[in-house]
Structures are given as structure tokens and as C-alpha cells.
């Protein structure tokens, strides 16, 4: 009996804490989905990512009111997390195509350690979401980073990030999915965001954002055609 009842306890702590904390980011976009929702104010594309997707929306908020497309970031999330939101920050918004940009806090061990497989997984499972619901799914290279300010610990991430790409550039080439790659664009000789792109190696500062632009809108205009 004590020990059912200890079980009983744990789990209940368990659950309070997870909807205490919000690890899965609903509640972040939940009254703008519900908005877009009761509106059928249907975006044309929804942009999945974490804070680098996150800041963008921020930092340039008339490209995504100017284009109709509609900002999902959320700051540190990992491809876990996204995937579990995809379906309320994504699917249901009812867009032509999806950009999916993930991984960073995947390699950074933001909550754990995850091996490529699973992230590659996570992202694939987005991927297969969207086309099942005939939405275009568009994945973007993890974008460069030589040391993550906030996980100084972590050894060599620079080229962890280019083995992953490499991994989701031939999934996305062969299942036909445009591939958008920004780590080739913009990596520097240490495999990081250069000091004209980045205060700090890994987030791209907000003029930055503009020749971003330029790499996905040409990608969309090409998918939506």
C-alpha cells in the first residue's frame, strides 16, 4: 500500500511539474493559433524553429506580416519539442509549406544528450507530418556554430553541426524536399557565424537576417509555383 501510494505521488508530481513548466512550448502560441483558427486567417507558410526562428520574427516582424507567413520559434527548444507542438503550430494553421530549421539545441544538450539518429528522426517525422496534410515541408541546414555560449563544455560542435547537416541534405535529396542550406552560406574558416554576422558566433544579429530572406523566399516562391 505505501508503495502504491508513493507511485501514486510521484506521478502526480510529475505531471504538475511538466504543466507547470510548459517543457513542450504550447501555451506560447496558443491564443494567436486560436485567432488564426477562428479567423481561417490561414498563413501561407509557418516558419518551426527555436530561438534563431524565434529572434527572426522579432527582429523582422513586416517579412513575416508583409509575405503572410507566420513565426512558430521558441527560444532553446530542441527537435523533440517541436516535433511534439508541430501539430498545433503547424499542421492545424493550414499553411501551403512548412520551413522547418532544428537541431542547434539537439547538439548544445539543452535537456539531454540526443544521437543523430533521433534528431534526424524528429525532423523526418515533421517532414512526414506536413505531407500528410499536403503541406510543402522545406528543411534549413542547422545553421553554424563553433561554441555555444551558453554549453561552453561541448567539444567541436562546428563540425557535429556539418556531419548532421550532411545526414539531413541527403535525406531531404532523396525524398525530394528542398533543402535550404544556410551553413554553407555563411560558415566561417572555424565553422561558426562569422563576427559581421553574429554577436556571438551562433545567433545571427538582425541585419543578418536579410540575405536569410533572400535564400528562403526564393526557396518558397520555387515550392509554391
Not at 116 to 142: G, Q, R, T, Y
Not at 169 to 198: C, R, T
Not at 206 to 218: A, K
Request: proline share 6%.
Amino acid at each position: 500500500m505505501k508503495k502504491l501510494f508513493i507511485l501514486s505521488l510521484l506521478v502526480t508530481m510529475s505531471l504538475f511539474g511538466f504543466a507547470q513548466k510548459d517543457w513542450f512550448g504550447f501555451n506560447r502560441y496558443q491564443a494567436d493559433n486560436e485567432r488564426i483558427i477562428s479567423n481561417e486567417d490561414y498563413p501561407e507558410v509557418v516558419f518551426m524553429g527555436n530561438s534563431i526562428t524565434d529572434n527572426w520574427a522579432y527582429f523582422h516582424p513586416d517579412f513575416f506580416s508583409e509575405n503572410h507567413f507566420c513565426g512558430r520559434g521558441i527560444g532553446g527548444q530542441t527537435s523533440a519539442q517541436m516535433l511534439v507542438r508541430f501539430t498545433a503550430d503547424a499542421i492545424n494553421l493550414h499553411p501551403k509549406a512548412v520551413v522547418i530549421m532544428a537541431g542547434t539545441n539537439d547538439v548544445a544538450h539543452n535537456d539531454y544528450y540526443v544521437e543523430f539518429d533521433h534528431v534526424v528522426e524528429n525532423i523526418v517525422a515533421m517532414c512526414d507530418l506536413a505531407k500528410a496534410h499536403s503541406i510543402i515541408p522545406i528543411i534549413c541546414s542547422i545553421p553554424p556554430c563553433s561554441k555555444f555560449p551558453w554549453r561552453p563544455e561541448i567539444d567541436n560542435p562546428g563540425q557535429t553541426i556539418v556531419d548532421l547537416n550532411k545526414i539531413l541534405k541527403d535525406y531531404a535529396d532523396a525524398n525530394g524536399i528542398v533543402y535550404v542550406d544556410f551553413h554553407a552560406a555563411f560558415a566561417d574558416e572555424n565553422l561558426g557565424l562569422p563576427k559581421s554576422f553574429s554577436d556571438d558566433g551562433c545567433h545571427p544579429n538582425p541585419e543578418s537576417y536579410f540575405p536569410m530572406e533572400e535564400m528562403v523566399l526564393e526557396t518558397i516562391e520555387q515550392v509554391l509555383k
